[in-house]
């Protein structure tokens, strides 16, 4: 019906602003957002590449799945978020480099 | 141009502006806000790709769960710290970098790749919210079972983590 | 003698090593105990003492006209030669070891009243206990090269006492100029040593002795080691440490520099008396009689109560080495004896005395000189007790019936009586300056103590003085006590008594009635012309500088020195200065060359390698920042780099 290809450059240009977000933010809720947008961009394909194969519905399924995934994540990271808000009195993450060596 | 098309467009802009939008936001609300917006235009374009299941579970689940959350997260931060939701950017030249060229290799590989955009897209021959029922409790039973379960985890988990209360 | 040894061997060596080394323990407690304890030394030093004094008692005891006990342990090897270590006890060593032993003791107890409050008593006590031993050592050591360690280790002592109080700059001049005096006279004594070596290849007395040839070497050797005696015991021309060593504190005058020290050259003397050849003998005699003749007038021009007595003693030691080389070591013995008993006497209560003294100028803060004999006078009433004890040790020293000094004044007088022979010779001169310096000590002894005791009442004597307090007054009384004529025998007129028969080797000298009765009236004359002259000082400065043998000394030794020094100085400035110079100049340059090849070629390299190491390592820890975001970043760029390199 619509153009196949413009449905995957929409979701190459958001997974590229979610990596963008997830880079260059400073707030880890903003980070989290990226991710989400990076999660939309990987469903619209799903759900996109699906139309090509009408008898089958995996990609949706597969789109179903990561919503309750994203849905976990984005739980969970709050959560963190919060944590490690409490405990750092921040929640830039540039600013928690715990993981340094 | 018929009002599919133009409602298909219509979407793709919205989703696609407030993604732009996005990177250059400094408030966190309005960026969640932003990030609504994107959903919501999302749903629309998986309506129009013939996913009304996922379309009303991105609605549902995202505009009215993780949205919601993430919104109480960015209260709980910054009630805390009394600063203003102003977010700083930094590695914008990695980032910008790393975006644009990714960006750029997937549309050099999606522009390069022609079987697809040849091939026809048809209207499905089923009722996708009826087969996602039926696919669920049978095909996808399993994973339909593991996700419930890693619903819960996360739920406890999440609870878990952010309270207060120290375990004993 | 016996022929066998009449006492338990285990006992006695028991007795004789605890004699040895008690005072080297207490040494060690005094040094080791805490300095907040340090009070507790005037305690354990004068008991550890008594302990040694006791067991050396038993020695003598055990010993006395015994046969004598030795003992020996190797030493060391060196090129096939032992050396050993040993023990030679006989009645003289033994008789020694009582009177060192006894003699510390009382002036260890006599210490704990008159260094009370001193800030080293640590040092001081600990001092006396290495110096007790090491004299020890001397007295019972068997063979001349332990005597030699020991005799060092003395000197060593006797450096640290006269130095003790080291904050005053003229203390410890004295220290240095005694050290260096009797190292003048060590040096003799090692050459002495070595000729012995070389000739008889022993040092063990019991082997030297057997061999009694007179050879021109034994000459050359015994007068060597009479150098040794010159320095230790103060003989001319080496005398002039003993009066500078007064700077020390009292107790250690009449220790280390009246009783014991200087008399171990007089020791050394009869210990090895047999090495001495007819020559050398005359040699000491003459030496002998000049130090006497030169401290008693010397004696006699003093003001400083301690100086008078330690020119009396440079006299009286003259008078003892006179003996020896009259051929009567065991009249010198006994003299030493007794004088080490009644000078020892006399200093303590010269120290009690100026001790008095110096409390009652702490009270009144009158500033005087308390041991100089022109502020004192009329210190009787005072003093009751230390005018006594003055008295009795003061006729002692002068030889007044009665008194130890006396007899052993007689014996020496008998022994030159026979020695000077019936013929006219140098020998008469001699035998009359004996009862030229007889009579000088009479008149010197009655002008101190009249000056002090007796004579008009000066400023000083208002001051409020207390007899000095019990543990020093019992020292003093014993020491009075054994001024007496019984402790050398029963008959005040006759000094061959219990001490004199155990000294002598041969029956030679006997008592010479005619002797004592002239000695006895001329001591008499003596006393009677010295009241005449009371209150009169002789005011020659040739005699209070000591007939100017320091001045000499000055001219002679000092003044060359410096100049040889300043020579020296001068080549050592111009030739090996500038040689010195050149090879440091030479040296530079190189060392710039190299300093500039270093840090160019070496350094560079090195620093480069390190600027390597370190931007790779930077650029690698770039990577492990620890911020997430950059991680990401990473993995996105390696999987587009991956993801192109698949497409190209």
């Given amino acids: 019906m619509f153009p196949i290809a413009h449905f995957l450059y929409l979701g190459a240009f958001l997974f590229s602003a979610g990596l963008v977000i997830v880079i260059v933010k400073k707030n880890m809720i903003m980070v989290l957002l990226g991710i989400e947008l990076m999660l939309n961009a990987s469903n619209l394909n799903l759900v996109t590449f699906n139309q090509l194969y009408p008898d089958s519905i995996q990609g949706q399924m597969f789109a179903l799945f990561v919503i309750i995934v994203a849905v976990s994540e984005a739980a969970v990271g709050l959560a963190i978020v919060i944590k490690v808000y409490h405990y750092y009195q921040t929640s830039v993450p540039d600013e928690i480099n715990e993981l340094k060596d | ?168 | 003698m016996a022929a066998t040894p009449s006492y338990d061997t285990a006992v006695f060596m028991a007795c004789a090593f605890s004699a040895l080394f008690l005072p080297l323990f207490s040494f060690a407690v005094s040094l080791l105990i805490s300095e907040k304890y340090s009070w507790l030394v005037t305690f354990t030093s004068p008991f550890l003492l008594l302990l040694s004094t006791l067991a050396a008692g038993v020695v003598l005891y055990s010993t006395w006209n015994q046969q004598p006990f030795t003992m020996t342990w190797n030493w060391f090897t060196v090129a096939g030669s032992t050396f050993a270590v040993g023990v030679f006890l006989n009645n003289i060593s033994a008789l020694m070891l009582l009177v060192v032993t006894l003699i510390s003791f009382l002036v260890n107890s006599y210490s704990a009243g008159y260094m009370a409050g001193d800030p080293d008593l640590k040092r001081y006590f600990g001092m006396l206990g290495f110096f007790t031993f090491s004299m020890l050592g001397i007295v019972i050591a068997d063979n001349l090269l332990l005597v030699f360690v020991f005799w060092e280790l003395v000197g060593f002592s006797s450096f640290m006492l006269i130095g003790h109080w080291k904050e005053k700059s003229k203390a410890a001049d004295a220290a240095k100029r005694a050290f260096i005096f009797n190292r003048v006279g060590d040096v003799g004594f090692l050459i002495g040593l070595m000729i012995l070596w070389a000739h008889a290849e022993s040092f063990n007395l019991i082997t030297l002795s057997t061999s009694s040839e007179a050879l021109s070497w034994k000459t050359a050797a015994s007068l060597c080691i009479f150098c040794g005696v010159i320095g230790k015991s103060a003989q001319f021309p080496l005398f002039s440490w003993l009066p500078d060593a007064m700077e020390g504190p009292t107790p250690v005058s009449a220790l280390i520099h009246a009783a014991t020290m200087v008399a171990a050259g007089v020791f050394l003397l009869a210990r090895v008396y047999f090495l001495f050849t007819p020559f050398a003998l005359d040699f000491v005699a003459l030496t002998g009689c000049i130090t006497a003749l030169l401290g008693a007038f010397a004696a006699l021009a003093q003001n400083d109560i301690k100086k008078i007595l330690a020119y009396s003693t440079i006299s009286q030691l003259g008078f003892m080495v006179l003996a020896a080389g009259a051929g009567a070591p065991e009249a010198a013995m006994l003299h030493l004896v007794t004088h080490a008993f009644f000078k020892a006497c006399l200093f303590l209560a010269a120290g009690a005395v100026i001790h008095a003294l110096h409390q009652a100028q702490n009270q009144s803060h009158f500033p005087f000189d308390a041991q100089d004999i022109r502020h004192l006078g009329g210190l009787r009433k005072k003093l009751p007790f230390t005018f006594f004890v003055f008295i009795v040790s003061g006729s002692a020293l002068s030889g007044l019936p009665f008194f130890s000094g006396f007899l052993s004044k007689d014996a020496i007088l008998a022994s030159l009586m026979v020695w000077k022979g019936t013929g006219f010779s140098w020998r008469w001169l001699i035998f009359g300056s004996a009862f030229v310096v007889s009579f000088t000590t009479v008149l010197y002894t009655f002008r101190l103590i009249w000056s002090v005791f007796q004579g008009e009442e000066k400023s000083t004597a208002h001051l409020s003085i207390t007899e000095p307090p019990l543990s020093m007054r019992v020292p003093m009384t014993v020491l009075a006590i054994a001024s007496l004529w019984i402790i050398v025998s029963p008959n005040p007129f006759d000094f061959s008594g219990w001490i004199y028969g155990g000294l002598r080797s041969n029956s030679e000298y006997l008592h010479i009635s005619a002797i004592s009765i002239a000695s006895a009236s001329w001591v008499l004359l003596a006393l009677a012309f010295a009241y005449l002259i009371k209150g009169r000082t002789i005011r020659s400065s040739m005699l209070l500088n000591a007939f100017y043998v320091n001045s000499i000394y000055k001219i002679v030794v000092e003044r060359p020195l410096f100049q040889l020094a300043e020579i020296t100085a001068r080549t050592d400035k111009k030739l090996i200065d500038g040689i010195l110079h050149t090879a440091a100049y030479a040296q530079l340059i190189i060392a710039n060359v190299a300093g500039w090849f270093d840090r160019a070629m070496i350094d560079g390299v090195v620093d480069d390698a390190a600027i390597l190491a370190k931007g790779v390592g930077s650029f690698t820890r770039s990577f492990q920042g620890g911020k997430i975001q950059l991680y990401i970043f990473w993995a996105i760029f390696a999987v587009i780099i991956f993801i192109i390199w698949t497409l190209l």
């Fill in chain 2, 1 to 168: 141009m018929n009002i599919a098309s133009f409602m298909f467009y219509f979407f793709e802009f919205a989703a696609a502006s407030s993604a732009f939008a996005l990177i250059f936001i400094r408030n966190v609300f309005y960026g969640a806000l932003l990030l609504i917006i994107c959903l919501l235009a999302l749903a629309g374009i998986y309506v129009l790709a013939f996913a009304e299941f996922i379309a009303v579970a991105q609605i549902l689940v995202y505009a009215g769960g993780i949205l919601v959350v993430i919104i109480f997260g960015i209260m709980l931060t910054t009630k805390i710290s009394g600063k203003p939701l102003v977010v700083e950017h930094m590695y914008e030249l990695s980032g910008t970098l790393a975006g644009l060229s990714l960006l750029a290799l997937l549309i050099y590989v999606i522009s390069r790749e022609t079987s697809f955009a040849e091939r026809a897209v048809y209207q499905q021959q089923y009722d996708s919210v009826n087969r996602i029922g039926i696919d669920l409790m049978s095909e996808f039973v399993m994973p339909f079972e593991i996700g419930g379960i890693l619903l819960l985890i996360a739920l406890i988990g999440a609870a878990v983590t952010a309270s207060t209360i120290k375990s004993k």
